[in-house]
Structure formats: C-alpha cells, structure tokens
C-alpha cells in the first residue's frame, strides 16, 4: 500500500519559515519523481515545486528565492524548506509521487502564513 504523508505545516508570521516534510512507503522512492502543490480556498490546486528522480529542481516562479526542495532517498522523504513566507502562501500543501506507472497523492498539510 502506497503512502505519502506530510507534516510540518502549521501557522507562521509573514516572514517566517516552515519546512515540510513528505515521507513515502510502499514505492521504490528513488524511482520517482516528486512534487509539491497547494491548493488555497477557493482556487484551483497548483504547483509549487519538483525534484525529479535524478535530483533536478524545478520551482513556480512565485516561490523562486525562497522555497528549496530536496529529497533524501535513504529516508524515502522529501522536504520543502520555506522562508520569507507571505499571506498569500497560505493554503494546503501536498505531495505528489509520480513516475510512468502512476502517481500518488498525500492528505495534505495546512499552512497559514498571518499578517
């Protein structure tokens, strides 16, 4: 049985820094790529950041500067470490494992950015 789960997230001051962890079981880790999303009340899911297989990075350019993605293969997790946070970074963000054979999706972790 497949399982992303995340966890980091909570409420932060503008400013401020979380990072987000996803832990995965129940796949070859290595063999997938990873992404990060989130989805704000009312707005369509949208993506935030990406570490393939091979480790190379992509981000959304409202997050460039400011969020790192990186994964550690040996724990089967991924991070996102976010700083200089805004109000308008709050929403649920959740992890994606995706590979040729299928793609997978976490239950999400809330962050609330406060002005």
């Known amino acids: 049985q497949v399982q992303l789960v995340e966890s980091g997230g909570g409420l932060v001051q503008a400013g401020g820094s979380l990072r987000l962890s996803c832990a995965a079981s129940?796949?070859?880790?290595?063999?997938?790529?990873i992404g990060w999303y989130r989805q704000a009340p009312g707005k369509q899911r949208e993506l935030v950041a990406t570490v393939s297989s091979g480790g190379s990075t992509n981000y959304a350019d409202f997050v460039k500067g400011r969020f790192t993605i990186s994964r550690d293969n040996a724990k089967n997790t991924v991070y996102l470490q976010m700083s200089s946070l805004k109000p308008e970074d709050t929403a649920v963000y959740y992890c994606?494992?995706?590979?040729?054979?299928?793609?997978?999706w976490g239950q999400g972790t809330q962050v609330t950015v406060s002005s």
């Open positions: 994606n494992a995706n590979r040729f054979t299928g793609a997978y």
């Open positions: 129940g796949i070859i880790f290595s063999r997938y790529g």
